[in-house]
């Protein structure tokens, strides 16, 4: 009977025994036994807790072709579901029909469609939803202020997260690392710098875990305010707090070390990563040629890109820009147009800076008539003529 399939799918959900649940259901269905609110959301649990989010969309559709009834239990599961699918718009779809349902909707509820605004980048839409909790009564929690703040975040409004988080302090919602995280994050894209230290010292004195995502958003911070020093410092900390920099960590410390002269560091950052045995990617190589190319030790320059070549890590049109450049610094004016021809090859898009960087090559080594070799292989378009071409003669 009804009773005893419910009992029986809850003993799946402790278990997480989704597919003995809806086997159950399914029995249900066919012998026409009656189910009802209980059972339906116990098969729900036990679907969630197993990450079977697509399983947990088909049953609210069972139940509204039955006429049973939908609780809080059960639309809260339907669009945390959608959320954790990655299906964001139908997340908050649903949370708008929520008064169609007469569906008194919890902090579960706005929980889920908070973070499915976040995800979507929606940061207007997740304070509105933050107003109506707070219009309702209903209780605000570590997760709904996480995922706002995080919203704010993506959006790069950065006061809204800072008022959003001084709002939470005052109130007995406790803080965690993701809470921390998401408000760092901010920072990071504001090249708040200053104030992402504050909230790692913060952090430490209220006692909240510090892991890597806490210092690659604080490391970001340090890169984009320019200030090398402190994003060493923060290296220095992670060790201490036995933390592992992973390669978000190093890209940003050297793109750090690099905007601020410093080849040096930004080589000692590059050797620390491969004794760590952190793969480099194209990120690691463009900030660490850039950085050689700016302080004018082009033959560093040239010899990463080489080594970035042998490890077949995908081009990209800034480190390809630097080399070039380091080519004209060095008077290499055919390694430069090897350069460029190598772009071509691997359709890395160019533009104009790829074509003054060739152009300046050839120009200081005076060599234009020599370039008819590797005349054939530059693409016809606008930055050609605005670029090389201008040093070549007629084929």
């Known amino acids: 009977n009804t009773i005893t ?23 249900m269905l066919r012998s026409r036994v009656r189910m009802n609110t209980m059972t339906c959301n116990a098969a729900i649990s036990v679907c969630g807790n197993s990450g079977e989010w697509g399983q947990v969309l088909e049953l609210p559709v069972i139940m509204a072709s039955r006429h049973i009834e939908m609780s809080t239990v059960t ?21 708008m029909l929520i008064d169609t349902f007469k569906v008194i909707a919890n902090a579960v509820t706005y929980n889920a469609a908070i973070s499915a605004c976040e995800k979507c980048g929606e940061w207007r839409q997740a304070l509105q939803l933050v107003a109506v909790m707070e219009g309702q009564g209903v209780q605000m929690t570590t997760r709904t202020y996480s995922a706002a703040i995080s919203a704010c975040e993506k959006g790069g409004e950065l006061l809204t997260a800072l008022g959003l988080f001084a709002s939470m302090r005052g109130s007995d919602v406790e803080m965690n690392t993701i809470t921390y995280n998401a408000v760092i994050s901010a920072c990071e894209k504001s090249g708040a710098w200053r104030q992402s230290l504050e909230f790692i010292r913060l952090m430490i004195t209220q006692h909240v875990e510090l892991d890597a995502t806490t210092y690659n958003a604080a490391v970001s911070a340090c ?28 890209n940003a410390g050297i793109s750090a070390c690099g905007a601020s002269g410093q080849w040096r560091k930004a080589l000692e950052l590059c050797g620390m990563m491969t004794a760590s045995m952190l793969e480099k990617d194209s990120v690691t190589y463009s900030a660490a040629i850039s950085s050689c190319e700016k302080a004018g030790e ?78 054939a292989a530059l693409p016809e378009n606008r930055y050609a003529e605005k670029g090389i071409r201008r040093f070549l003669p007629p084929c």
């Open 5 to 27: 399939c419910s009992a029986a799918i809850s003993a799946c959900e402790k278990g997480i025994q989704w597919t003995k649940a809806l086997e159950l259901l399914a029995s």
């Open 75 to 95: 639309y809260s599961a339907a669009i945390s579901s959608c959320e954790k699918d990655g299906k964001w718009m139908r997340a908050l779809e649903l949370f």
């Open 223 to 250: 890169e984009r305010g320019g200030e090398w020093k402190q994003a060493l410092e923060l290296f220095c900390q992670m060790t201490c707090a036995h933390v592992e920099p992973n390669s978000i960590t190093y």
């Open 298 to 375: 082009w033959r560093t320059a040239l010899s990463l890109f080489c080594e970035m070549q042998a490890f077949t890590i995908e081009l990209h049109v800034i480190t390809c820009n630097a080399a070039i450049r380091a080519c004209a610094q060095g008077g290499k004016w055919r390694a430069a147009l090897e350069h460029l021809s190598l772009m071509v090859d691997c359709m890395v898009e160019t533009d104009d800076e790829t074509f003054s960087a060739a152009a300046c090559a050839c120009e200081k080594c005076d060599r234009a008539y020599d370039m008819q070799p590797s005349h």
